[in-house]
């Protein structure tokens, strides 16, 4: 079977249309402010639409047919095509002049990991920092739409268990069509952004810093436009509650969304990975808060409070919005989590593996796929003991076709193998234990901050060229689900090619 390559660089020279067009909007961002980036910007999106176009025209009159090896390579090297052109603003701005900075924050970016190499953020320029935060909302939408839309179709991580739930090809639809999918989503996902926007408005950000956290937060990615990240408005609780809001949204299936703007919210309610994910949520807060309260050395009170009340609330604002960042991968901060105790160190690390829910913008491991591992195994038990019956595993009701079941472990052991290999060439590169393994895991689980060198207050600046280049790999494989980017690593793959 040959490769439709005319379809695939087609498809290519439309990203780079389309990624050319929003840096256009930076470019406008860059003049109203006035920061001197302007013309830099705009020589970047001419650049990449200049190319989109040529490609589009070179390859007119494709097969429009797209097989599953060639939906591999578009959706791996669509990310990549897209982080190569997204540097050129650092580049031609001279914001990040070395190829090596540029193309980490770029891919920190598409893929919501939110981890960056910027020293001193707020000295950038608008122009910049709304391009940054705008590589996070063309990621986190894309993911989406990958997620519920292309994965199931290539039978991708287990993902094909979701397509009963979501638009695809089989199940319980938005639409029949794939392309109206998108659009509903896109509306659900531009909504939420110009919602939050408005909330953070309101409650005393400027417009500027209020749309750049409102696209980090719905895209989970976590790029800020201060120093401190959401540390900075410590002193604005409701700041930070509102944040804390979209990001549990943004961490939930946005086809639950959908459902309950169409009254449907039983569906919600019902939906077995939302109740565990808000379930997780409560527990882990609860936790969390207590040892705060009690252990670690709270020095900030939130204003307007009692001493004691004071304490409470800022225990409880901080645990649960360090819980949901670090649950749903945003990887905003509004305190050092490692500096409270090394129980909670060691807990947060375990959240770095846990992930938002299907269909979100989250990314990890997601708690659907710890769901029926853990299901499947405790029916194992029962299996052992009655080994001539048929013991399924059930997900909403329904039984769930052991190939998925499969599917998922084999998932989960590439992945946990995939953090192990990540670490140890992040060990090999000179990180000493507590970043290496931080750092690997952060990657792959596009969480954003880390461990030891890596940590919450920290950048990822002080890693060794290679060591970023391979983050930025682990980054790729994580918000792709693995099988994606890694099957193109096989021989057999391009043998029948």
Known sequence: MRLNLRII???????LLCNGGFMLLAAVVSGIYQDGATLSIALASITTMFVGVFMMYYTRGHKKEVKQKEGYIIVSFGWIVMSISGMLPYLFSGALPAVTNAFFETISGYTTTGASIMDDIEAMPEGILFWRSLTHWIGGMGIIVLAIAILPLLGIGGMQLFSAEAPGPTGDKLHPRITDTAKRLWLIYFGYTVAE??????????FFDAINHAM??????????????VAYYNDQPMIQYIIIFFMFLAGSNFVLSYFAFKGKVQKVIQDEEFKYYAGF??????????????????????PGYPMVLGKAE??????????ISVITTTGFVSADFTQWTPFLTVFFFGLFFLGGSAGSTAGGIKVMRHLLIIKNGVLEFKRTLHTNAIIPVRYNNKTVKEKIVYNIIGFFVLYMLLFIIGALVLGFLGLDFESAIGGAASSLGNVGPALGSLNPVSNFNSLPALAKWWCGFLMLAGRLELFTVLILLTPYFWKST
């Open 281 to 302: 949520t409560v527990v882990f807060t609860i936790i969390v808060a207590l040892v705060v309260y009690y252990q670690a050395n709270i020095t900030e009170l939130t």
């Open 197 to 206: 926007t408005i909330l953070l408005q309101v409650a005393g950000m400027s």
């Open 216 to 229: 980090a937060t719905l895209s989970t990615g976590g790029f800020s436009t201060k120093n401190a990240s």
């Open 9 to 15: 660089i087609h498809i290519m020279g439309l990203l």
């Open 314 to 323: 800022s225990a409880f604002r901080h645990s649960l919005f360090q819980i």
